[in-house]
């Protein structure tokens, strides 16, 4: 994850900490200013240290411009709480700015988005601090095109995954990017995330805040010029021998012999018999999305960012297309699926896999680890460029390939892909689609007709 300006955290609490510019140490009488956020939620947390930058830079931009002499206020005692919207008290004066800074529009415009589309705003909570540190926190209304321009041309030479590795932390961006003799950020990556997002940003800002400066700017000037191609992070289909010996290994036997262990047994039975995102799998509440049909008696998954989540999950799904059920393979209730879901209910749990503990409102980041490492051991791995194995969504790429390779019919239904046809009515437009109400299970006979239509011939250890 991209490192967020101004903010650190201290065991699993997050504080707000600001490099006081040498220009002003002396008058501060500080090298730093931190704060704690009382939060060990770093959504939270990061629209509170945006909020605390956007006024501390302000008072630190009037002493600058000679609008305020006094700075000790800088330095009071640390407040017994942070205001998650209301400006920090520990500014007591009204700071009178002909342009607001740009940290605080990023705050503004993250507090006021669709908070119900949680995938974007999760990008976005993780973007916009990125183009914050590159672009330099300045008055809105000296933002000029040339900025925009070269922080596109900053960004494509990030290293990918810049934020999870060891070998950049406590490097600024700037330093990291300096530091990156490797391989950058990919086009693909550089279009869906940076350019998407931020033309997003700018159109808002525009609008809300052409009155006090902000500029009509646009992205059209970004231009990729890494050698990446797009695609090149794509996953391949894992052939039968691979399946073979990620299912056959010793490994996976220990796992399904240990009860503790289960979590990693079931994890990639789930993917390969559903073809499930893992976010999807391991977000899933046993006590509601588990469920069996009542009047034909079929178990099934309900994949849906609806109803109740685990503490410190907050469902999600990527599309609308992906809020759906999928019918629980019979090999997965032969080798006993279901007594395991037992298990989890019985001990009150609200994850189905609750030795992996939620991060940022996910469940899936430590199992996603945990998998990725696992073919590694196994020597499973293969980085071929554009053609990788090296994660669990090789499991919905062979999900899909075994459909179409066998004709089945109906696959997209159970992986959750938007389709412009019905079987029976051929195309059907958008607006035909919404006359069209179902219940939950009206389909779910077709739907577990399409699932036992896979058998991938792997022998699989049976849980004692």
Same mark, same amino acid.
């Given at each position: ?10 065991k699993?609490v997050?504080?707000f ?29 990061t ?9 501390y ?7 600058k411009t ?11 005692p ?15 004066v ?63 030479r ?18 990291i ?6 391989e ?6 550089f ?11 700018l ?14 700017l ?6 990729y ?13 894992a ?11 010793a ?24 073809g499930?995102?893992?976010n999807?799998v391991?977000?899933?509440?046993p ?7 009542? #009047?034909?008696?079929?178990w %099934?998954?309900a994949?849906?960012d +609806?109803? !109740?989540?685990?503490? =410190?999950?907050? @469902?999600?799904? &990527? ?15 032969e080798?006993?699926?279901l007594?395991?879901v ?13 030795q ?50 066998? #004709?089945i019919?109906?696959? %997209?239904?159970?992986?959750?892909? +938007?389709? !412009?046809?019905?079987? =029976?009515?051929? @195309?059907?437009? &958008? ?17 577990k007709?399409i ?7 792997i022998?699989f250890?049976?849980?004692?």
């Open positions: 994850m991209a490192k967020i300006p101004y903010l650190v955290r201290r699993n997050f504080y900490r600001l490099v006081v510019p040498v220009e002003f140490r002396e008058s501060v009488n500080a090298r730093e200013i931190i704060r704690s956020l009382k939060t060990e939620n770093r959504h939270d947390a629209h509170q240290a945006l909020k605390l930058a956007a006024h830079k302000a008072a630190l931009h009037d002493l000679g609008k305020v002499q006094q700075v000790s206020h800088l330095l009071q640390e407040p017994k709480s942070v205001p998650s919207v209301a400006p920090p008290a520990v500014i007591p009204q700071v009178k700015s002909s342009a607001p800074l740009l940290s605080a529009v990023i705050a503004d415009f993250l507090n006021r988005y669709d908070q119900n589309n949680k995938v974007t705003l999760a990008k976005l909570n993780t973007t916009m601090p990125i183009f914050l540190e590159l672009m330099d926190d300045r008055p809105v209304n000296g933002i000029l095109q040339a900025h925009i321009n070269a922080f596109f041309d900053e960004v494509q990030l290293p990918p995954h810049a934020g999870n590795s060891k070998k950049y932390e406590g490097m600024t961006l700037r330093e990017i300096a530091a990156n003799t490797g950058s950020i990919s086009a693909g990556t279009k869906s995330t940076y350019r998407a997002l931020i033309s997003i940003f159109n808002w800002a525009a609008i809300h805040y052409q009155d006090q400066g902000f500029p009509t646009s992205v059209q000037g970004a231009v010029r890494g050698e990446r191609s797009r695609g090149i992070n794509k996953q391949r289909a052939t039968k021998k691979e399946l073979q010996k990620l299912f056959g290994h490994k996976m036997k220990l796992f399904s012999a240990d009860p503790e262990s289960a979590h990693f047994y079931w994890l990639p039975l789930i993917g390969l018999h559903t499930a995102r893992i999807e391991c977000q899933l509440n006590q509601t999305d588990i469920v069996q049909d009542e #009047k034909t008696g079929i %099934f998954f994949f849906t +609806e109803g !109740e989540a685990a503490e =410190g999950v907050e @469902k999600s799904i &990527k599309t609308e297309s992906s809020r759906r059920v999928v019918p629980v393979h019979s090999r997965l209730i080798l006993g699926f007594n395991y037992e298990r989890i209910k019985a001990g009150g749990h609200k994850q189905i896999f609750p992996w503990k939620p991060r940022y409102g996910k469940a899936s980041i430590d199992a996603k680890i945990w998998f990725t490492n696992y073919i590694g051991s196994i020597g499973l791995k293969d980085e071929t460029p554009g053609a990788r194995l090296s994660g669990f969504h090789a499991f919905r790429h062979g999900f899909i390939t075994y459909a179409i390779t066998n #004709k019919s109906g696959v %997209f239904q159970i992986t959750g892909h +938007e389709v !412009e046809s019905v079987d =029976g009515f051929g @195309k059907i437009s &958008k607006i035909t689609a919404g006359y069209w109400s179902k219940g939950k299970t009206d389909n779910i006979l077709e739907l007709q699932i036992e239509c896979f058998d991938f011939g022998d250890y049976k849980p004692v």
